[in-house]
């Protein structure tokens, strides 16, 4: 619980610098891996998340992580630190998350296993 607090500490740092026009350039780079770390955080919470079928918290998670996606894709637009950060973020993300919802949509149901067997096994009986 405690990492999810420091992300949701480092996500309220972002909305509060969101809401300025402080020029992200002048930022150290401890700032871009900050939102990297809480970017990766959230991709785990949102893996564990998407396991336990929780959808209300899998839409809130998403919806964080495309904060982080969006201030580090700002800052990438101007320094390579951050592109490459959102470049091995974004394959997290694939490897991940869409990479086992393709596995969860591709595996057939165990009824349906189970109910292909028997016809095999069983035949027409």
């Not at 990297?36 to 998670?61: H, P, Q, S, Y």
């Not at 390579?80 to 086992?100: P, S, T």
């Amino acid at each position: 619980m405690q990492m999810l607090a420091a992300t949701r500490a480092i996500l309220d740092l972002i909305y509060k610098l969101s809401g300025t026009a402080y020029d992200l350039l002048y930022l150290d780079h401890s700032c871009s891996v900050g939102w990297f770390m809480a970017g990766t955080a959230i991709i785990r919470f949102l893996k564990a998340k998407i396991d336990a079928k929780d959808e209300d918290e899998v839409m809130g998670l998403e919806q964080e992580l495309g904060v982080v996606k969006f201030m580090l894709r700002n800052l990438g637009d101007r320094t390579i630190i951050g592109h490459r950060q959102i470049n091995i973020l974004e394959e997290l993300y694939d490897a991940e998350i869409k990479g086992q919802r393709r596995k969860a949509a591709a595996a057939p149901a165990a009824t349906d296993q189970r109910a292909e067997t028997d016809n095999f096994m069983f035949g027409g009986v």
